[in-house]
Each structure stands twice: as structure tokens, then as C-alpha cells.
């Protein structure tokens, strides 16, 4: 306290005297032990107002002792009961969590992880994956700005997520305790597989297949590839100590189209500990025919080499270039892309009207705005001979189909000439331009559909800049090409528009998410986030079916199928109000993920332990752990001092005695009549 409020607190006693002295004791003539009570009872009461009224602070200072935090992980994935190794991991966790020396010294707490991280103290070992990032992610959470240990209980074999050896703290050590055995056994094992998800009909599709070799010895591998009893491929390959891997490139026949479900496998004549990693199944899904787009141009500009790489990124799209007088049929085309139209593409639109073929008007400094005027009517365009730069401004509230801000109002100005365009009719626009940081309320990217037929409009060029663009933000054209497949598969359909939307894979591998996205829109083609849409999932063989509801999400709604063992599925999305029906099909392909391992990753633990200054232990070496850890002299307890300070009004009991005060005061006036 201070010395005011100390001067303050003895007035306040004296004054509080003085005024009980009056009252009781000055002119009594009696001083009976009953005014000396009363006295008192006054003396307590007006000194307890007073008291408030000052409102000293009151400090209050306390020690507490805070210990190490010591974080013990245990690997729940199910690779623990497949390297057989869950008695000694739960053993191992028990000595830990149950001495007493280690709960003195530190703050232990007990977690586990597989896909996921959580606290726990209970462990069933049938995680799907395991994912080493979720665990140095929240450590570093838990525990911020802290020093402290870490125990890992895992085999150290991750399915999911960045190299964990780089991503725990440097600067806290981090102890694995290996589970399994740590013995080299003889192992064969597919451990990746890369092929593209779909192929043509009458094509050829490659697959590329990572083979991997343990042991001490050479031996000479048989691989192969099959569909059903058909062998489509088969091989030799000869491993040895020296030689632990190959890579194996074939291509495979689309002879039936839908989906086709193939199965990789090697093996050889010694015997091996895990042969499930033998084999891998993969599916690809054959397309009739691709979509042939033609751009039509009567100029050279790098726009058009840019679409062109864009657009065949699907490979379901090849792209010709043709000029507007070399075109001898149109049928030949399922999209026109028509660059810079004038009076030369008067053949082409005549012949389109015809063969009602979508089209994607592009225009330009080079393009006649007169004729096009007269070709198309979704657009005016009314324009001088001056050149513009415009930019581009994202609509959020486009919903002819999904698409994302790849972030265009970043990306440099189009150019085209300058005036005005007015939209007729039902034009839904995607881009608005401006000038500089004017609005110009005209489109710059917009879409049109009438009786059918489907037309999509880009009123400026050097879209190739945009691509550029792309790649410099994204170090990738993915964003920019995804955003062009999605106008040409707007132009490819020629269906009318859904109000149902469903967007899923064909196959999933076991064990992978499963995820449904569906989007659900109105009389007016309006994204309808009130609607309500459930989806039955019914397994092909055991006729089994369990409904799920699907949850809204940003701009769609989407369900977790997660769980469904391998098998072929059929499945119904409803929308419950309209009734509208999506059916569809799927296959989840047999493929455990955590059965791929016939040894603890050792190799990469001792990396981890090396990079964080810590060190690997095994099973059998427990006790040293222990020891290491309890003479560790840099992880030991902090004392330290808590100093409280709270204002004396705060204090609830004191306004609860001077009640108290007041109330027997009165009471024992009334009961000697003095009241």
C-alpha cells in the first residue's frame, strides 16, 4: 500500500472510533457491557464503509512450481499391429507413464496420432494413416515457447503429409522409441504407381510402376499386370543388394470403354514377411472419344498457342488450328473457337447455324464489330477505332457453374477497342471490365445460351498474359488452365443446365476421403444454400444402403463417405423439397496403405533424433531412456512467484459482514429497547 492510503486507513479508524465513542459511550451514564458491545458493533461498521470507500489494493504474492512438459506420442496407426509390435508399444508406454520419478520431474501428458492428433491415453492401433506433420504441428501449438522433450512411440512409417524429419522443432529434442523389428527381411513391394485416370477409346495409356527391393541377396523378380484372368503384361526383373529398385514403364490397350479395373503385382519364389505389398490395384476410366476443338483465326497471335496449351492439359480435349477459309466441315468439331472474328469468318457462321456448334467468340484490336454485330445478337457492341486496356473484375455471384477467383483482378489489362457493350437477352456475366479504377458495367468474360446452343464471349485479347500471370503467383498454369477446361466443358455439353449437380471420382482407393460435392440450383439457376440434400450409398453385392445427409459448405454442399470398405457402390442424391435425383456410381479399390511395410522406418527416426539433438531408442532400451531423461539437468522444475492484486470492494464476504454488523447491531438495540 501506499503511504496515503495508510494515513487514509488510520483517519479512518480514529473517525470510526470517535463516532462509536459518541454515540455509546460519551453521555451514557451506565457503560454496561451492552453499549461497550454496541459500541464495537458501530466502531467495525463505519470503519468497514470507510474501508470500502478508500478501496485500498490488496496484494497477495504465492509461489508455484511449474515442471518440463513431457509430451508421450503413441503411433495408433494399424501398420503397429501388422509389424506385430502393440504389445511392446503398449508396454513401453506404461513403464513411462507409470514412474513415478518421470511424473515427479516433469508435466507428462499422453497423446496418440494416426490421420489424427489427440489426447488420449487409450489406443486401439486401427488408424488408417499416419500423419507425422499433425503431431509436430500441435506440439509446437501445445507447448509454445516452451523447452521440452518429446517421446515418440511409432515405427516412423508416415502415409500422409511433409517429410516429418524436417518439421518437429530444432530446438526441442525429440526421442523415437522404434516399435517392430528392426531386422532386414527379404521384401518385395510396389510402392508407388502412377497412371492417368482416364484414356481413349482404342488408345494406348501408360502406367509407370516403382518397384522396391530388401534383402541380402540377389534374386529374380516376375512382375506382371492383369484384368480379370487376362495377363496383359509380363516381366523379369533381377534385384540385388546393389540393386534395390526399378521403374517400369508399359503401355496398356483401351480395348472396353467405362471403367476398368487392372491389378499390378511381383513376386518371386523365396518366401516373403508381408506379401500384401505385393500388389496394387488401379483403375482407369475409358472415354469414348476426346472433344475436338478448333480455333479459327486469320491472324498469328500468342493467345492462340496459349489456349491451345491450356485447353490440352485435359487430355480429353485436342485442340486444331485452322483458318477461317481451310475449314471443310464443321461436324468434325465440338467447339469453335473463334479468334478475332471479321469478314473472312462469314463462311464459318454461316455454316454454324446449320450445325449448331457452341462457340467461344473472342475479340480483339483486329476484330470487326460491324459484322460481328450481325452474326450474334447476345451482344452489342458499338465501338472506335481507339484502342483500351482493360481489367478485369470477378463477379461473385456467378453461378452458371463453379468456379473460383484465380485472383484476375491482379492480372494485366486485355485489350480491345474502345466503347460500349450492352448485353441482350439472358447473358450471364463472369468478368466486368474497367478502366484503371473505373467501372465500365460492361462484361469482359460472359456466357450465353438460347434454344440450346451455348456461346461464350472474351472481348479482349492477350489472355496469354493472364497465363503468365498465373505462373508467376502460382509457380504452376493450373489454376488459369483449370479456369479455361471449365468454359470449354460449358461449351462441350450440350445438355441444357441441371438444377442437380453432382461432382464425385468413379473409384477411390480403401482408406483414402471420400468426398461428394453437389450443388443444388433454383427455378432462376440460382445456388439454392436452403436446400436440403441427402444421398443413399448402397454396396452392389450386399445390397446394403446407409443414408447420410450432405452439409453446406462454402458454395456447395458435401458429404464423408470415409470408412466404406472396398467394393462397388451405387448411390442417389436427392434434393428433399423438388425431389430432384442424381444417380451415380462408384468403386472403392482394395488398398490398405499402412499393410505396405515390412520394417520400421529406422533410417528416418535416427534423422528426426539426429536433427533435433535428441537420440533413437528401442523397446529393450526403456530404462536408459528413463535415466537419460531424469539426469537431463536442462529440463528441470521453475519456481516461480505470483503476485495478485485486487481492490478491496472486490471482496464480496466484507459486504456480507458489515450486513451482518448492521443487522445484529440493530437486533440487540431492539431487544435491550433502545430502538
Excluded at 500422409?160 to 527381411?185: H, Q, W
Excluded at 540377389?218 to 533381377?238: C, D, E, H, K, Y
Excluded at 534385384?239 to 472396353?256: D, E, G, Q, T, W
Excluded at 531408442?617 to 495478485?644: G, V
Aim: charged share 20%; hydrophobic share 40%; aromatic share 12%.
Amino acid at each position: 500500500m501506499t503511504t496515503n492510503t495508510v494515513l487514509l486507513l488510520i483517519l479512518s479508524a480514529v473517525a470510526a472510533f470517535g463516532l462509536s465513542y459518541y454515540q455509546y459511550l460519551c453521555k451514557a451514564k451506565n457503560k454496561s457491557k451492552i453499549y461497550l458491545f454496541l459500541a464495537f458493533l458501530r466502531f467495525l461498521s463505519v470503519f468497514g464503509i470507510l474501508l470500502l470507500l478508500i478501496n485500498p489494493i490488496i496484494t497477495r504474492k504465492k509461489f508455484e512450481v511449474e515442471k518440463t512438459p513431457l509430451p508421450i506420442v503413441m503411433d495408433n496407426s494399424s501398420s503397429i499391429i501388422d509389424l506385430k509390435a502393440t504389445e511392446a508399444g503398449l508396454e513401453v508406454y506404461k513403464k513411462l507413464i507409470s514412474n513415478s520419478a518421470i511424473q515427479e520431474k516433469f508435466d507428462v501428458a499422453s497423446y496418440q496420432f494416426d490421420s489424427e492428433f489427440a489426447l488420449s491415453d487409450k489406443f486401439d492401433f486401427k488408424g488408417r494413416q499416419s500423419n507425422f506433420e499433425e503431431v509436430s504441428k500441435n506440439l509446437k501449438s501445445i507447448y509454445k515457447n516452451k523447452s521440452y522433450p518429446a517421446i515418440l512411440i511409432t515405427d516412423g512409417n508416415q502415409t500422409s503429409g511433409n517429410d516429418y524429419v524436417y518439421s518437429f522443432d530444432a530446438s526441442n529434442k525429440v526421442y523415437p522409441l522404434v516399435l517392430g523389428d528392426t531386422t532386414t527381411f527379404l521384401d518385395l513391394k510396389i510402392s508407388q504407381l502412377n497412371v492417368n485416370k482416364y484414356a481413349f477409346h482404342k488408345n494406348k495409356f501408360p502406367v509407370e510402376v516403382f518397384l522396391n527391393y530388401s534383402g541380402t541377396k540377389s534374386v529374380t523378380a516376375n512382375f506382371s499386370i492383369s484384368q480379370g484372368n487376362s495377363v496383359l503384361n509380363r516381366q523379369s526383373i533381377t534385384f540385388s543388394p546393389s540393386k534395390r529398385s526399378a521403374i517400369i514403364n508399359v503401355l496398356l490397350p483401351a480395348n472396353n470403354v467405362g471403367l476398368q479395373i487392372f491389378k499390378a503385382s511381383v513376386s518371386s519364389k523365396e518366401s516373403e514377411k508381408n506379401s500384401y505389398n505385393n500388389t496394387k490395384n488401379f483403375a482407369v476410366e475409358i472415354i469414348d472419344q476426346k472433344s475436338e476443338i478448333a480455333i479459327v483465326s486469320s491472324i498469328n497471335h500468342p493467345d492462340i498457342g496459349a489456349l491451345k496449351r491450356a485447353i490440352e492439359t485435359n487430355a480429353q480435349r485436342k485442340v486444331t488450328i485452322v483458318k477461317p477459309n481451310d475449314i471443310k466441315s464443321l461436324q468434325n468439331y465440338n467447339v469453335l473457337i473463334l479468334y478475332q472474328p471479321t469478314i473472312d469468318f462469314k463462311s464459318v457462321f454461316e455454316n454454324n447455324k446449320t450445325a449448331g456448334i457452341n462457340t467461344f467468340i473472342i475479340t480483339g484490336t483486329n476484330t470487326d464489330f460491324g459484322f460481328l454485330n450481325q452474326q450474334q445478337n447476345n451482344l452489342v457492341f458499338r465501338m472506335s477505332s481507339q484502342k483500351e486496356d482493360y481489367l478485369a473484375e470477378f463477379n461473385p455471384q456467378f453461378n452458371l457453374f463453379a468456379t473460383d477467383n484465380i485472383g484476375f483482378e491482379n492480372f494485366p489489362p486485355l485489350q480491345s477497342a474502345f466503347g460500349t457493350i450492352t448485353t441482350n437477352g439472358n447473358v450471364n456475366v463472369l468478368l466486368s471490365s474497367r478502366i484503371r479504377n473505373i467501372a465500365t458495367g460492361a462484361p469482359l468474360l460472359a456466357y450465353a445460351e438460347n434454344e440450346g446452343r451455348r456461346t461464350a464471349y472474351l472481348l479482349g485479347e492477350n489472355i496469354w498474359k493472364w497465363r503468365m500471370q498465373n505462373h508467376l503467383d502460382n509457380q504452376s498454369f493450373e489454376k488459369f488452365d483449370v479456369f479455361v477446361d471449365k468454359t470449354i466443358q460449358y461449351l462441350v455439353s450440350d445438355n441444357s443446365r441441371k438444377s442437380l449437380v453432382v461432382n464425385h471420382e468413379s473409384f477411390y482407393n480403401s482408406g483414402e476421403a471420400i468426398e461428394i460435392t453437389a450443388q443444388y440450383f433454383n427455378k432462376n439457376f440460382e445456388l439454392d444454400e436452403k436446400a436440403r440434400l441427402t444421398i443413399s450409398v448402397t454396396n452392389a453385392v450386399t445390397k446394403q444402403t446407409k443414408n447420410y445427409d450432405l452439409l453446406k459448405t462454402n458454395n456447395a454442399f458435401k458429404v464423408n463417405l470415409d470408412g466404406l470398405s472396398s467394393g462397388k457402390y451405387t448411390f442417389a442424391v436427392k434434393e428433399l423439397v423438388s425431389r430432384t435425383t442424381y444417380n451415380g456410381y462408384f468403386e472403392v479399390l482394395d488398398f490398405d496403405i499402412e499393410k505396405q511395410f515390412v520394417n520400421p522406418d529406422l533410417t528416418k527416426l535416427n534423422q528426426l533424433a539426429a536433427e533435433t539433438q535428441g537420440k533413437t531408442y528401442l523397446p529393450n532400451q526403456t530404462d536408459l531412456l528413463i535415466q537419460n531423461l531424469l539426469q537431463d539437468t536442462a529440463y528441470t522444475a521453475t519456481q516461480k512467484e505470483i503476485t495478485a492484486k485486487s481492490p478491496l470492494i472486490d471482496w464480496m464476504f466484507l459486504l456480507i459482514l458489515l450486513a451482518v454488523l448492521f443487522a445484529t447491531e440493530w437486533f440487540v438495540r431492539k431487544y435491550n429497547g433502545l430502538v
